[in-house]
């Protein structure tokens, strides 16, 4: 009879089970809406690729049923009303709010152009909900077939909308532990790390607390991000965070051991409904990131959930372990954000040229252009973007082409609001190429960091490669600084 009763209770669980796969699936497969738009081809002999870029990722993404695409009439329609033009410049801002509008999660926009004797196209992929950006680039010699370059560049941007777009829009409750690290750890990447204790209190009603769930997960989601996770010596933590919850005045005593940022926390677990053999429980988890030197809250978030297993406990440590692991998935970026600053406002100008060479007045241009998309994907720094920084250049009548010295770069900077600004000057030593580099702050008018990048004009990609690292080491370096 046991035999019997159990038999019938594993398939009772399995269709249980399937039907929350089946529905997570369906969830998982929910159509993304995308708007593509023209990209910009301004260059001599490219200027129609632009569009033949667009059309040819809309043809790749149409043939996929996950995906729906904005019609371009209604694309049309709407940048008639705020006086924009789809093949024209569109900045990432004006893109989202048209996205927005348009009713897509999901934009593509770009750019091509051409850098000694290639054809580059950049393309970026942004969701408009969360302002998550991934870039591609395609490069291929301009004396080839253009077409394959294009083909390239839609099959691109396709495999990056199917594989990384539900993750890019997609809520916490869809995404698996492994998807958040990894999430995790490309918003953390070279940024600074605050040493942390945690102590989350939790209750069970009903019943004994088996072990902490959620102080376990989090410091899993912290360890496996490379956090220093310090344990404290007896219950000075714990006893500190009972009466902080009574009063959040008292400070941080000086028993515990030196570290950055407390994770404190409270979490209540307690059974939801029993049926038959299937039991659910039902989890609450609060969790706060404080500065220890400040006492500041740097990050504070809640959340509820749900958990199905066999047994009472079983079913609310599940509960209490997914809601701590969504917790982690967005209170850790934020409490590591706000402790070590807001992101830098960053203006990068084009970089002069002394040579002589036109051709290198365009090449410092693009290297520019190209130093601006790698550095738009990473959360610390907030670009300035071109078409701010012409706007201002126009006003104070200088050639965007042309070197701004220090001077210039100072009372630019101010009127965009920059905190770092990026100048280069392109020199001719001895026949080989020198850019000096400097990065100026604003408000202090001080060069805050100097470098040089050297190469010949017959290796340019080399060049390239070497400015693009150095420029990014060195800004990383100067906001860790800080």
């Not at 709010?97 to 770009?110: D, E, P, S, T």
């Not at 920059?418 to 100026?440: T, Y």
């Not at 100097?450 to 017959?458: F, I, N």
């Amino acid at each position: 009879m046991e035999k019997k009763t159990w038999g019938k209770t594993k398939t009772l669980l399995a269709i249980f089970l399937f039907c929350i796969v089946g529905f997570r699936s369906i969830v998982c497969a929910e159509e993304l809406t995308v708007a593509v738009f023209d990209f910009e081809s301004k260059d001599k002999g490219i200027t129609a690729v632009g569009s033949k870029i667009s059309s040819m990722i809309t043809a790749e993404l149409s043939s996929d049923s996950n995906l729906k695409l904005v019609e371009r009439e209604k694309l049309d329609n709407i940048l008639d009303e705020l006086g924009l033009s789809l093949s024209g410049i569109v900045s990432e801002k004006e893109a989202a709010r048209i996205g927005q509008l348009a009713g897509a999660k999901i934009l593509v926009i770009g750019r091509a152009f051409t850098v000694d004797g290639e054809l580059v196209v950049i393309a970026k992929i942004i969701a408009t909900e969360t302002s998550r950006v991934k870039a591609e680039i395609v490069k291929g010699s301009l004396s080839g077939n253009l077409i394959t370059i294009i083909d390239k560049t839609a099959k691109k941007v396709h495999k990056v909308i199917s594989e990384k777009g539900p993750s890019m829009v997609a809520s916490t409750d869809v995404v698996s532990s492994e998807d958040k690290l990894d999430f995790l750890k490309l918003k953390l990447k070279g940024k600074k790390l605050p040493k942390v204790s945690v102590s989350v209190m939790e209750r069970h009603f009903g019943g004994v607390t088996i072990d902490p769930a959620v102080e376990t997960e989090v410091i899993y989601y912290l360890k496996k991000l490379g956090f220093t996770v310090i344990s404290q010596k007896g219950d000075t933590l714990a006893g500190w965070a009972k009466e902080y919850f009574k009063n959040a005045d008292i400070e941080v005593p000086r028993k515990i051991e030196k570290v950055d940022i407390l994770i404190i926390g409270e979490a209540f677990s307690e059974l939801a409904m029993r049926k038959r053999n299937l039991v659910s429980g039902k989890a609450r988890v609060e969790i706060q990131a404080i500065d220890c030197k400040t006492g500041r809250v740097l990050a504070i978030d809640r959340e509820t959930n749900t958990a199905v297993d066999l047994s009472e406990q079983m079913a609310a440590k599940k509960a209490l372990q997914e809601a701590a692991s969504n917790l982690c998935y967005r209170l850790i970026p934020e409490f590591v954000d706000n402790w070590t600053g807001k992101p830098k406002t960053i203006a990068i100008m084009d970089f002069g040229n002394t040579t002589g060479d036109k051709k290198l007045t365009k090449w410092g241009k693009d290297c520019a252009e190209l130093l601006t998309l790698k550095l738009s994907t990473d959360d610390r720094f907030n670009l300035v973007e071109r078409k701010e920084i012409d706007k201002i250049l126009e006003e104070v009548q200088l050639n965007r082409s042309g070197y701004v010295n220090t001077k210039n770069a100072i009372k630019i900077g101010r009127m965009l609001g920059a905190q770092i600004m990026v100048l280069g000057i392109l020199l001719d030593v001895n026949s080989h190429l020198r850019l000096d580099i400097h990065l100026v702050e604003p408000e202090s008018g001080k060069i805050v960091k100097a470098e040089v990048v050297e190469g010949t004009s017959d290796n340019l990609k080399e060049m390239e490669r070497k400015l693009i690292a150095v420029i990014s080491n060195a800004l990383i370096d100067v906001i860790n600084k800080k």
